[in-house]
């Protein structure tokens, strides 16, 4: 299969959680169903480099584990302090392609397989390159809509809230001079009524003089 479109391009900047980060590489895998799946490495001045995956328009922040601090894997689980993760897929990715400074450097096999363990703390990845002997161990973390942005979407984002606040401020606006005008007719009344009763008051004392 081709190399499908990637949302992000290399080089674009990109906003995480509102930090501007630039995308400096990106691998694209093919998984089951023809799926497409896209890992991005971004870059930050001065920051460590963070993992994205975008499976599905839906995208997670993905850790790996430091060399010498690797889960505990027996079969179909995975150990973590206390946490136990279950194995509940395996996912057989066929690279299809890469830019930039892709993450974990160029694929060296065109299949990864990557093992999805869940547990209540979340997901983890167990993954073995076709013909390595190495491991690797990632956390996969959920991101909520909005945490990844491009800079259109940011800057559409920003629109949308600068309008609210305009059609908030108008609302307000009219209330003050909705308010005002009831205050106005209230007025009118009390003064309206002060007169009947004192046209009343007179009436009467004339009467009674």
């Known amino acids: 299969m081709a190399i499908g479109a990637t949302t992000f391009k290399l080089d674009e900047e990109i906003f995480f959680a509102g ?23 971004l870059a930050e001045a ?15 922040l993905l850790r790996a584990f430091a060399p010498g601090a690797q889960p505990q894997a027996a079969g179909a ?6 946490e136990k993760y279950t194995l509940s897929g395996v ?62 979407q940011l800057a559409a984002q920003r629109e949308s809230g600068r309008l609210a606040a305009e059609a908030g401020a108008l609302a307000a606006d009219d209330e003050k001079e909705a308010g005002r005008g009831k205050s106005l007719q209230i007025a009118a009344l009390c003064i309206a009524a002060a007169f009947v009763l004192l046209g009343l008051a007179c009436a009467f004392l004339s009467r009674t003089g």
Request: aromatic residues 6%.
């Open 77 to 82: 689980t995975i150990s973590v302090a206390n």
């Open 91 to 152: 996912r057989k990715l066929k690279i299809l392609g890469t830019a930039g400074q892709p993450p974990g450097g160029v694929p060296k096999a065109e299949l990864l397989l990557s093992g999805v363990f869940a547990g209540q703390m979340g997901s983890l990845l167990r993954e073995l390159p076709a013909g390595a002997s190495t491991q690797i161990f990632f956390s996969s973390k959920p991101l909520d809509a909005g945490e990844v942005l491009s800079g259109e």
């Open 46 to 60: 001065g920051g460590a480099p963070l993992l994205l995956e975008e499976n599905g328009g839906n995208f997670s």
């Open 19 to 41: 930090t501007p980060m630039r995308v400096a590489g990106w691998v694209q895998y093919e998984g089951a169903d023809a799926e497409r799946i896209t890992r991005y490495l």
